[in-house]
């Protein structure tokens, strides 16, 4: 990573793994925010009622410096713990992985547990293409319309993606830049001039 990229998975996918008559349905899911992991895991809980154990693990920011590993009832870090070491081994952030478990009659142990779900979100992971993003900045500019040919000029060299515009006799412009190109796009945005604000 430059600082101003981070890995992570281009699309849902999902596995099965089956030992001594246990079963493991495993998701990965590409997530942006705590909310959106609420969102795939209630959907999960609903569809999987049945399941005796729903484990997950989640990691979240370009660091992945927030993260969380659940047991759901299974015996203390054998299900969310391996689960969220597959993340870190593959160095991916903003993905939720979810393990739901049928028993099958026969009590794995607790190596045995550690084994199951570490196996059940590799086999997930492993069905995704891990791509490279990169971190932005959403930014609102104010400017004349006299001002246009300029600006949109400095929008196109920092391929800005556009979130909404307005052209009237006073304009309005929200774009998402990479943080990598903006202290540059700053620095030329100055010369025009135009008045900026970052919103995140």
Not at 47 to 69: P, Q, S
Not at 122 to 145: G, H, M, P, S, V
Request: proline share 4%; hydrophobic share 45%.
């Amino acid at each position: 990573m430059d600082g101003f990229t981070f890995f992570t998975i281009d699309a849902q996918a999902e596995s099965e793994y089956k030992v001594l008559g246990s079963k493991f349905l495993s998701f990965a899911f590409p997530v942006s925010s705590a909310e959106e992991v609420k969102e795939k895991l209630e959907k999960c809980k609903k569809k999987y009622f049945d399941a005796t154990h729903i484990c997950y693990a989640y990691r979240l920011g370009a660091k992945g410096e927030i993260w969380k590993a659940f047991d759901a009832g299974e015996p203390p870090h054998v299900a969310g713990d391996p689960i969220l070491r597959q993340l870190r081994a593959k160095n991916i952030t903003n993905v939720l992985v979810v393990a739901v478990r049928y028993f099958g009659g026969t009590k794995l142990g607790a190596g045995g547990l550690v084994s199951a779900y570490k196996t059940a979100a590799e086999l997930a992971l492993n069905q995704c293409k891990i791509i490279q993003r990169e971190l932005t900045a959403d930014i609102e500019l104010f400017f004349e319309y006299w001002q246009m040919a300029p600006v949109m000029r400095l929008q196109h060299e920092a391929g800005a993606e556009v979130i909404s515009q307005v052209f009237e006799t006073s304009c309005f412009a929200c774009w998402r830049i990479g943080l990598g190109k903006l202290p540059a796009f700053e620095e030329k945005i100055k010369n025009i001039p135009v008045k900026m604000r970052i919103k995140n």
